[in-house]
């Protein structure tokens, strides 16, 4: 149970890696636009004469994305495990 909860929180801990990446490079691109990144967040840049703003949000792709991650990491491992309980 304890390697799975580890492996859990490794996996959690790549999804919030490329999630911060995906974050800022999306938050530093000056596009007056509405945009859905990579991993599911929801940006709005607006500028006026007084200034440029950003409104954030999540979609419910952010929840497919992070379960798909962790589908993905622990699937990888159970099947690196077998492999190597196997041999």
Do not use: H
Not at 11 to 21: E, N, R
Not at 35 to 55: A, C, F, H
């Amino acid at each position: 149970m304890q390697k799975l909860i580890k492996q859990f929180s490794y996996a959690t801990l790549l999804w919030v890696i490329v999630f911060l990446i995906d974050y800022g490079v999306e938050l530093f691109q000056v596009i007056n636009s509405e945009r859905v990144t990579l991993m599911g967040l929801y940006i709005k840049s607006t500028e006026d004469s007084s200034g440029l703003y950003t409104i954030f949000g999540f979609t419910p792709k952010i929840i497919w994305v992070y379960l798909g991650v962790i589908f993905i990491w622990c699937g990888t491992y159970y099947m690196i495990m077998r492999r190597r309980n196997k041999g």
